[in-house]
């Protein structure tokens, strides 16, 4: 069973502060991961996408991944209100399933 | 660029009815298009993959009588939703792969079906 674990908080972070958030998956052949947001009652938005081991930067948001600890992690720098969103991981395996995460519910604190 | 539309956004109909959701690449060619549910407050669970000219891929536990996917041209892809009852009213999501070898996938905004 491929899956992918989030802490479905609430996670609750005040403005300006780094929000970060974790997910671990069950498959070690996966080769891509995701970021989404997903704002209330809309469909999600890619944010990053990270292939290899490391960060990977772009504007506030960075990602990390750890292929041997099966782990990816978001983190979001100067977190503004705007930022307050589900914010969904996402795995690939097999030739182009994406399987996601429960999705962390953020919300940044003014 | 990658952008994807939905229509309708928002649809009511009657138990027993038939519902067709479009699903379109805008600026790009999609030969591989997924659709989704989301119920409230769950994640999005996959349904089906759809690839240009075949016929789709379903998960498991999705009955493909039912939901009728149609993956016509490399920019649009339908699913309709036969005999919709009740427990069928959800948010259904589709997204795009925008070319082979990447696994990015973009969404469209989602229609939000609701069976009376």
């Known amino acids: 069973q491929k899956e992918v674990e989030q802490n479905s908080g609430p996670l609750s972070v005040p403005e300006g502060a780094i929000a970060s958030l974790n997910c671990t998956y069950s498959?070690?052949?996966?080769?891509?991961f995701f970021w989404y947001r997903q704002y209330s009652g809309k469909s999600p938005e890619l944010i990053m996408s990270?292939?290899?081991?490391g960060d990977k930067e772009d504007g506030r948001f960075t990602a990390q991944l750890n292929k041997a600890s099966q782990y990816v992690s978001l983190l979001i720098r100067d977190s503004q209100p705007s930022d307050s969103a589900t914010y969904l991981c996402?795995?690939?395996?097999?030739?182009?399933?994406?399987?996601f995460g429960q999705g962390t519910r953020l919300t940044i604190n003014p | 660029g990658a952008v994807v539309s939905q229509h309708p956004s928002r649809v009511i109909c009657k138990s027993g009815t038939s519902v067709k959701i479009e699903c379109r690449s805008l600026d790009f060619q999609a030969t591989t298009m997924f659709w989704y549910r989301q119920f409230p407050k769950q994640s999005l669970m996959l349904m089906a993959t759809?690839?240009?000219?075949?016929?789709?891929?379903?998960e498991q536990g999705v009955e493909k009588d039912k939901f009728l996917i149609n993956h016509a041209s490399l920019t649009l892809s339908t699913l309709t939703v036969t005999s919709a009852h009740p427990e069928d009213s959800s948010f259904y999501i589709c997204?795009?792969?925008?070319?082979?070898?990447?696994?990015?996938?973009?969404f469209g905004p989602g229609t939000r079906l609701t069976v009376l």
């Open positions: 498959d070690r052949v996966s080769q891509s």
């Open positions: 759809s690839n240009e000219g075949s016929k789709a891929t379903y």
């Open positions: 996402a795995v690939t395996w097999g030739a182009q399933k994406l399987v």
């Open positions: 990270i292939y290899s081991n």
């Open positions: 997204s795009a792969r925008v070319a082979s070898g990447t696994d990015t996938q973009y």
